[in-house]
Each structure stands twice: as C-alpha cells, then as structure tokens.
C-alpha cells in the first residue's frame, strides 16, 4: 500500500510586520536583516484571528484541491508547538471542517521539523494502520513566544499554516518515497521555550516528598535561540539527512526536481544547496515574505509553488526540516 500527496493549502494572518516596521522596536535595520537571514516581511496573528482558524483554512483548500469531502478524512495530525490548548488542539479542526465522522485528531511537537514529522506519521498510519485520508497541517504562531526585545531573534519568526492531503494509494503510485529523522536532546539547550523555573516539578523533594503544595501555576518562557549554535548545526545535518533520505530511494540529487527546506534563514538554504550542488533554480524558497514560520514553513512554500505551477504533477522534492529539540529529518517526495 503507498500513500501520495493529492492536496494542498495554506492560510497566513492579515498583520503584516515589515523589517523598518522592526526597527521601530528594537535596534536593527531593513539592511541587517535582509543581508543576515533573506526575510523582509513576516505575518503575525492580531485581533480575532487564530492559529485553529488558519489550520482549518489551509485544510480546506488541501481538501477542495483534492476533492475530499470532510467526511471522508480519517485522520488528522496537527504539527504544531504553539496549540491553542495545552491539551493539544488538533480536535478542534475537524470539528471545524464539519467532519461528522469523528476522526482521529491529535497534536505533533516538533517545532520546524513538525510538518516533516507529520508526513512520517500519515504514511505509518496508511501503510500500517488502515486510514485512507489523512491531513497533515503544520501551523505555528510564534509570534505569541517571541521576545519582541530581543533582536537576534525577533526578526526571524511569523505566524501561518499549510497542509496537505496524504491518501492511500497503490505502491506503484506511492510519493512519500522515503524518509530520514533523527533528534538530539543534547543540543536542545540552544534553541528552546522551556516552562519557567524549576524544569522539574519542584513541589516535590527527590525522594518523592511534598515540599510546596499546591505546585506554582507554570507558564512558557519566551523563545531563548543560540543563532550561531543552531545555524551550524542546520548547515551540518540538513545535507547528510537529504543524502540518508535519497540513498534509501536508490535516487541522486540530479534526478531530483526541487529542494524545498523548512523556512529559517536564506543563507541556510544557499549553503546547503551550495553543498548538495543544486542550482539556485532548483530551490523553493519564498522565505523573504513569511519569515520562519516553523511547522507551516514546508507546507506553505509547497502550497505557493503548486498553485503557481512551479511544482507539477510527477516532479520530485527533496524536503527537509530542522529545528529546536534538536530534531531534523528529510523525505523524498512526488507530488
Ligand atoms: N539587527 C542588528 N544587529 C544584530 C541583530 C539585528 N536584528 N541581531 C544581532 N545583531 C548583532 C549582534 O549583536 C552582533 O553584534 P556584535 O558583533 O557587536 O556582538 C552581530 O549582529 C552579529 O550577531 P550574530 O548573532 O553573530 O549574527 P549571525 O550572523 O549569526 O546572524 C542569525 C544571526 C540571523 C540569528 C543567524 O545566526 C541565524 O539565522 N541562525 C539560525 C537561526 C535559525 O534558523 N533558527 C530557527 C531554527 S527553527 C526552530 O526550531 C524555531
């Protein structure tokens, strides 16, 4: 049994932020910010506008691309490290797209390699577990997690979401061709948002004994990035996963039409283009108006690209994310 993409869509706020808008609030400039990481603009939620609302937008579009009634989805995992309910939020988008067959929904954390992680889900639970319709939304609003007096990392992050529609299929017609993941809690500590205090539950001693009762009401700190830390690494691991990724597809990177890597910063992209030999031609890249939007970075480059006929009906890509955790993975995919 394979599985393959057959929809696509994407949603992204109305507020948008440009970079002189930036250096209204912190000491930066439009010069400094193109040159060090390609972004000019990034959209960030306001008013009554939600994460929900834009993941059910972009779902919506991925099932009307696809012809997909709502009902007819059996499952739906929502990439996301910014929920709307610490519980998780992803129940809420069915609910929303009026599926009234009560599918499976839960929430995916990963930060930017979220959406990547989610494509690995549907396709274990196509090939292994029966679902036949499976939507893969990627969304984040870091804006709500970003210290807006920080400038080394304020600049970087907008808010949007995309999905796709991941179906099953004969294995001939398969595009999820394979896959390549891997984490490292060891280099977590230069890109987080940890709960603030004490990581541990500090009401209780070591050996299990209550010192405070009842425990503090805890909440997230804002996003802490060590930029050069988390550049290097992308810069490593980003090549050696897409060659992982490519070697177990039996393909090279020639054969291959399209690198699209997760949104974070242009040079990041150049250099890892620059490394696998791929002609900036052959790069999906539309990082100049979003900023990183983590999670949706993939989803909404793609969604852009096959509505502008950039992507076509058989092309290869080779898709890669990277981010806190740390986690990073790559798939092959035809769309
Ligand atoms: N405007 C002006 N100057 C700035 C700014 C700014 N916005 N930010 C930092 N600077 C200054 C610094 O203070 C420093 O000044 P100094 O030399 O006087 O000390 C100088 O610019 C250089 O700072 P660096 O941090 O060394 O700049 P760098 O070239 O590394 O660029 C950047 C910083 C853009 C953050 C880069 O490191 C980067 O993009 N890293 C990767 C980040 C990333 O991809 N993160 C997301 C991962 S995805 C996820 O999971 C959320």
């Known amino acids: 049994r394979g599985c393959k993409l057959v929809g696509c869509g994407s949603a992204v706020p109305t507020l948008q932020i440009s970079n002189d808008d930036l250096a209204k609030i912190v000491d930066t400039s439009d010069e400094w910010i193109s040159v060090r990481t390609g972004i000019r603009n990034r959209r960030v939620l306001s008013g009554k506008e939600s994460l929900t609302g834009l993941a059910v937008e972009a779902a919506s579009r991925a099932l009307q691309m696809?012809?997909?009634?709502?009902?007819d989805v059996d499952l739906v995992l929502m990439c996301t490290s910014t929920p709307e309910d610490l519980f998780g939020g992803a129940t809420q988008i069915p609910k929303a797209l009026g599926c009234k067959n009560n599918p499976l929904a839960y929430d995916i954390t990963a930060a930017c390699s979220g959406f990547l992680l989610g494509l690995v889900s549907a396709a274990c639970h196509i090939r292994g577990g029966g679902f036949r319709n499976v939507l893969v939304i990627g969304g984040d609003a870091l804006s709500r997690f970003t210290d807006w007096t920080d400038r080394g990392s304020c600049i970087l992050f907008g808010d949007a979401a995309g999905a796709v529609l991941v179906q099953a299929c004969d294995s001939e017609d398969d595009g999820l061709i394979s896959f390549d993941v891997h984490s490292d809690g060891e280099g977590g500590r230069h890109l987080n948002a940890c709960i603030k205090g004490n990581q541990t539950n500090d009401a209780l001693g070591s050996n299990g004994s209550v010192l405070a009762f009842p425990p503090q009401h805890y909440s997230y700190s804002s996003i802490y990035m060590n930029g050069k830390e988390v550049f290097r690494f992308a810069v490593r691991v980003v090549p050696q996963t897409i060659e992982s990724a490519l070697e177990k597809a039996g393909?090279?990177?020639?054969?291959?039409?399209?690198?699209?890597?997760h949104q974070a910063n242009q040079r990041i992209i150049d250099a890892v283009a620059n490394r696998l030999d791929v002609p900036m031609e052959r790069v999906i890249s539309n990082l100049a108006n979003y900023g990183n939007t983590s999670a949706a970075s993939i989803p909404l480059a793609l969604d852009e690209?096959?509505?502008?006929?950039k992507v076509k009906p058989g092309h290869t890509i080779a898709a890669a994310g990277f981010g806190a955790g740390l986690t990073w993975g790559s798939a092959i995919?035809?769309?």
């Open 66 to 71: 696809a012809e997909v009634n709502p009902e």
């Open 251 to 261: 393909l090279t990177m020639s054969s291959i039409d399209w690198l699209l890597l």
């Open 305 to 309: 690209a096959v509505r502008s006929g």
């Open 333 to 335: 995919l035809r769309w």
